[in-house]
Structure formats: structure tokens, C-alpha cells
């Protein structure tokens, strides 16, 4: 059974640093793309980092968090980060991690077939 874990979310002034992690269990890890998505209050879910399966390890950022955001894997650990810099308040929201089970990575939410719980992370002074 797929299981994906976030931690590491919480309360940050502005231009502080969080690193998100997303434990991974119940698949072939390092063959399948991961997700990063955020869901702020009353707006839609969008994603935010993806990176390909481990065979590939490309990354890919959405232009609001380009140069601050970093998307990384461990496929010993079977754990996927998202280190996130120079944090602004329109960062807040509820970030989740998932998979979609093909080699590489998109932004839609639909293509996804398995989320985490979320994990919060609020920005403000």
C-alpha cells in the first residue's frame, strides 16, 4: 500500500528557510516522479517542484519559486525534500507531496494517483 508522509512544516517570519520532507513507502520509489503541491485557503491546489523518477532526477520549479525553492531525492532513504528559502507570506498554504507512478513529472494535479496527509506551512511576522 502506497504511503506518503510530509514533515517539517511550520510558522517562519518572511525570508526565513523550511525543509520539507515527504517519507515514501509501498512503491518502487526511485522509478516514479514525485510532487510537490500547495492549497492555500480558498484557492486551488498548484503545483509547486516536481522531479522525474531517479532514472532521470530532473527538477522542475514554477516560476513564483524559482531560485528559492529546491527539490531533492534520497532514494536510499525513499524520501523526497523541499527545501524552501527566502520564504514570502504568499507561501502559506498546505503543502503536499505525491506520485504519479510514470517516470516524469507534471504540474496537474489529476495526473497524480496518491497523496500525503499535508503538512502546514505558514509565513508571517
Known amino acids: 500500500q502506497v504511503h506518503l508522509v510530509e514533515s517539517g512544516g511550520g510558522l517562519v517570519q518572511p525570508g526565513g528557510s523550511l525543509r520539507l520532507s515527504c517519507a515514501a513507502s509501498?512503491?518502487?520509489?526511485?522509478?516514479?516522479?514525485i510532487g510537490w503541491f500547495r492549497q492555500a485557503p480558498g484557492k486551488e491546489r498548484e503545483g509547486v517542484s516536481c522531479?522525474?523518477?531517479?532514472?532521470?532526477?530532473?527538477?522542475y520549479y514554477v516560476d513564483s519559486v524559482k531560485g528559492r525553492f529546491t527539490i531533492s531525492r534520497d532514494n536510499g532513504k525513499n524520501t523526497i525534500y523541499l527545501q524552501m528559502n527566502s520564504l514570502k507570506p504568499e507561501d502559506t498554504a498546505v503543502y503536499y507531496c505525491?506520485?504519479?507512478?510514470?517516470?516524469?513529472?507534471?504540474?496537474?494535479?489529476?495526473?497524480?494517483?496518491?497523496w500525503g496527509q499535508g503538512t502546514q506551512v505558514t509565513v508571517s511576522s
Open positions: 505525491a506520485t504519479k507512478r510514470r517516470l516524469f513529472c507534471t504540474f496537474s494535479k489529476y495526473d497524480y494517483d496518491y
Open positions: 509501498g512503491f518502487a520509489f526511485d522509478s516514479y516522479a
Open positions: 522531479i522525474n523518477s531517479g532514472r532521470d532526477g530532473r527538477t
